[in-house]
Nanobody, 117 residues
Framework: QVQLQESGPGLVKPSQTLSLTCTVS??????????WSWIRQAPGKGLEWMGA???????YDSPSLKSRTSISRDTAKNQFTLQLSSVTPEDTAVYYC?????????WGKGTLVTVSS
């Protein structure tokens, strides 16, 4: 069974870059037609899709966050990462990684990131 686990700092200062890693087990991130996404949920708000990386390495961006996000992968470690630059307190949220075969079948438990000085 595919499992995902987010990791990274729980506190980031304003204007800094938020960096998170998702470690995938039970399956390879290069498996054909699997897509791996980052999603977040700010307090009191709905889920927001941030972007994705495909099994092939192709990238998909959210138009609203495109200028600040960077998604990459390390196939040797079976991980994919998120970087969000120039963060503000409005970026405080629970960040999830998710993936699956043309769908987000599998989700991590989420990690809370607080942006505060």
């Amino acid at each position: 069974q595919v499992q995902l686990q987010e990791s990274g700092p729980g506190l980031v200062k304003p204007s800094q870059t938020l960096s998170l890693t998702c470690t995938v087990s039970g399956g390879s991130i290069t498996t054909n037609y699997y897509y791996w996404s980052w999603i977040r949920q700010a307090p009191g708000k709905g889920l927001e899709w941030m972007g994705a990386i495909a099994y092939s390495g192709s990238l998909y961006d959210s138009p609203s966050l495109k200028s600040r996000t960077s998604i990459s992968r390390d196939t040797a470690k079976n991980q994919f990462t998120l970087q969000l630059s120039s963060v503000t307190p409005e970026d405080t949220a629970v960040y999830y990684c998710a993936g699956g075969h043309y769908a987000m079948n599998y989700w991590g438990k989420g990690t809370l990131v607080t942006v505060s000085s």
